[in-house]
């Protein structure tokens, strides 16, 4: 199986009500981020079974915006286990669920996506340290229970990869 790790991009800061903080929506940012990493993911013909995402507005948002860009026609998928303070018990457990998919993608929220990133590609059971930045994406190859990290990208390279690009486009103006 092939699994994707998408971190939720940019919301703003963090609201000291949990429940109001559970419907916070991406800012400017965060869109832009989004159209990044889906059109990098579409490039790269990207294809998933499956999208499946913490419940929580801005992942659920991230998780869509991203999807459109993959032309992903799948009904997106809810998973407790992708909610803030979730337990590598249940990220293992939302992983047998979709087992017999041939790839998918999960859109959490840090600490916990990159605690299960880390558990997921350490081989001695242990967590690797690795953090995922804001609208990051890792694409991890499993086998069985564990998996082997392909790459792993954030939407600052790739914004910056774009516009690179196309400052090398135009066309360039002779000087006399």
Request: aromatic share 6%; net charge positive.
């Amino acid at each position: 199986m092939i699994l994707y790790f998408l971190r939720h991009a940019s919301a703003g800061t963090h609201g000291p009500n949990p429940k109001k903080d559970e419907k916070r929506a991406l800012d400017k940012e965060g869109m832009e981020q989004c159209g990044y990493i889906g059109r990098a993911l579409a490039a790269l013909d990207v294809q998933v079974d499956a999208i499946i995402s913490s419940p929580l507005k801005r992942c659920t948002q991230t998780a869509s915006l991203v999807g459109n860009e993959l032309g992903y026609e799948g009904k997106l998928q809810l998973d407790t286990g992708l909610r803030p303070g979730a337990g590598l018990a249940d990220f293992r457990k939302l992983l047998e669920k979709y087992s017999r998919m041939e790839a998918i993608m999960v859109v959490g929220h840090n600490p916990n996506l990159s605690q299960f990133l880390g558990a997921v590609i350490s081989d001695s059971g242990c967590e690797a340290s690795l953090e995922l930045k804001k609208g990051a994406v890792a694409k991890v190859e499993m086998r069985r229970t564990s998996g082997t990290l392909q790459w792993c990208v954030t939407p600052k390279v790739l914004r910056t990869l774009y516009e690179t690009a196309v400052e090398s486009s135009r066309p360039k103006t002779s000087r006399k």
